[in-house]
């Protein structure tokens, strides 16, 4: 049976009042709880898209490690926030792009990073280690927390906030180290007011670290969780296992034995405790860097009957389909190009696609029972006794942009861009967005996929866009400078009128 709705005063400790307020904007990284990343809440469809204009643009300067920018501007009302890969945070005007405040740190990051808004405060991580809340209406520091327990822990998401809670995880990766032993992700909630840890969920379900402590690593998760506000249950991604492909003493991730609970998996949490409801793992005992980080609720319609299906997907190029109460497998939909990844072991050196950039590194989006993907059709080649953490080779191959039946994983259509989609996909209305990273931006037709209209960006992009009423705000990174851009719809008659 699912869980009955919760009432209106049961809600106001569920949901943050400017998320509520601001429902029709952007208040969330996903735009909503259920990360649809979907609005129709704007004038921005086939008619009228050709005629986006750039209304603003504000100069982050900065140096992440991609660019400057790889993550979602939240919209509520008139201002706009957002956070660098340098980890500053910024308040903006939404009508002029005037900056309102500005919180700098100048602290490099690898990201993906972002803000969140919830309870008169906002929320953000600076570096790879301390999260921390600010005043939402002038940006001074309230309180700030470490997140990580070691020298080489990292911290590399977007929070989001929920049940007077912000929700926030460890990563084996920061700028000390990358995959060292005995490093584990620890998905954390935290209190709005103090930054007290509530609790906690290690995605290691292992105290010895699969038997090579000093050797093995992994799990976390580095995008928001999806959230199921009727029953209180929380949907993440779970990383990777490490080292990958193997060492020169084990071979073929030989180190640690066994599927590796739980990363490659979706782990549904009650939100109140952080118990676990259930789990899934899409990839045992990965030996290729098939980190699930990407889950969304998709509302679909079977003979009449309605029900939410959880779906993840990631660096494996499936895309999944989950029941919402038990996580048993629906469907499994392979996407993008497929190479060498189904293999157990390696004997020598081998190109293996998705690489370690490759498949849906970007978030997906759903509406209408539909789900929308931008896959990367990246390499890498692998060895088995060596390690390789970072690295794919972009601009080897088309990248593609799917439609799939959240219903029973079929795809709808498929069709390819120019260059690697490392904007993610954004619906709204009858178009979905995507951007890459040499700096196009699509809109295509929902229905068919055909490309509606382009715009040349002034800079590549690793950033995902957020929409509200005639504007699409887009970050910019990989540009000179890095920025924000501001599209809006008649700009220059709006301009013309003042």
Not at 56 to 65: H, I, K, N, R, Y
Not at 282 to 304: K, S
Not at 403 to 416: F, K, Q, S, T, Y
């Amino acid at each position: 049976m699912p869980e009955p709705s919760p009432s209106p005063a049961q809600l106001s400790d569920l949901v943050p009042p400017e998320v509520t307020a601001f429902e029709n904007d952007w208040p969330l990284p996903g735009r909503d709880y259920r990360n649809s990343r979907a609005t129709t809440h704007s004038g921005i469809d086939a008619s009228t898209v050709a005629s986006l204009e750039v209304a603003w643009e504000v100069a982050l300067p900065g140096s992440g490690a991609f660019g400057n920018l790889s993550t979602t501007p939240l919209i509520f009302g008139d201002t706009v926030y957002i956070q660098d890969l340098s980890s500053n945070v910024t308040a903006i005007s939404r009508e002029s792009g005037k900056t309102l405040w500005k919180h700098d740190l100048d602290t490099f990051v690898i990201g993906p990073n972002g803000v969140a808004v919830g309870w008169g405060l906002l929320y953000a991580v600076e570096g790879t280690d301390d999260l921390f809340a600010l005043d939402l209406d002038d940006g001074t520091e309230v309180w700030r927390e470490r997140l990580t327990r070691t020298p080489t822990d990292g911290v590399d998401i977007q929070p989001t906030v929920f049940r007077r809670q912000v929700l926030a995880s460890t990563v084996p990766v920061s700028l000390e180290g990358i995959y060292q032993g005995g490093d584990h992700g620890i998905l954390q909630a935290r209190d709005v007011e103090t930054g007290a840890l509530t609790w906690e969920f290690d995605t290691i379900a292992s105290d010895d670290i699969w038997g090579e402590p000093e050797i093995n690593s992994g799990g976390g998760s580095w995008y928001p969780p999806s959230i199921d506000v009727d029953s209180g249950v929380i949907f993440w991604g779970v990383a990777n296992p490490a080292p990958f492909p193997g060492t020169p003493a084990f071979p073929n991730g030989t180190s640690r034995p066994g599927p590796n609970l739980y990363t490659n998996s979706v782990v549904a949490l009650n939100a109140e405790g952080g118990q676990m409801e259930w789990y899934r793992q899409a990839t045992p005992h990965d030996i290729f860097d098939r980190d699930l980080v990407h889950t969304l609720l998709v509302d679909v319609e079977i003979g009449g009957r309605h029900f939410r299906v959880v779906v993840g997907t990631g660096k494996a190029g499936l895309v999944i389909g989950h029941d919402l109460e038990t996580g048993e497998l629906l469907w499994e939909t392979p996407i993008g190009h497929h190479e060498n990844d189904e293999l157990d072991a390696l004997d020598g050196p081998t190109e293996v696609w998705p690489g370690t950039f490759g498949g849906v590194l970007t978030p997906p989006a759903a509406a209408d029972g539909v789900v929308y993907v931008a896959t990367l059709n990246a390499p890498t080649t692998l060895a088995p006794d060596q390690t390789s953490y970072i690295g794919s080779q972009l601009g080897t191959a088309p990248g593609q942009i799917l439609a799939i039946d959240a219903a029973d994983g079929r795809i709808l259509w498929d069709v390819e861009v120019d260059g690697d989609p490392l904007g993610a996909t954004t619906v709204v209305n009858d178009l979905v967005f995507t951007a890459t990273f040499q700096g196009r931006i699509y809109a295509l037709d929902r229905t068919t996929g055909e490309t509606v209209h382009t715009i040349e960006a002034p800079g590549g992009i690793n950033g995902w866009p957020a929409i509200a009423g005639d504007d699409l705000l887009w970050p910019v990174g990989v540009a000179n400078p890095p920025r924000l851009v501001a599209y809006r719809l008649n700009a220059s008659s709006e301009r013309e009128q003042r």
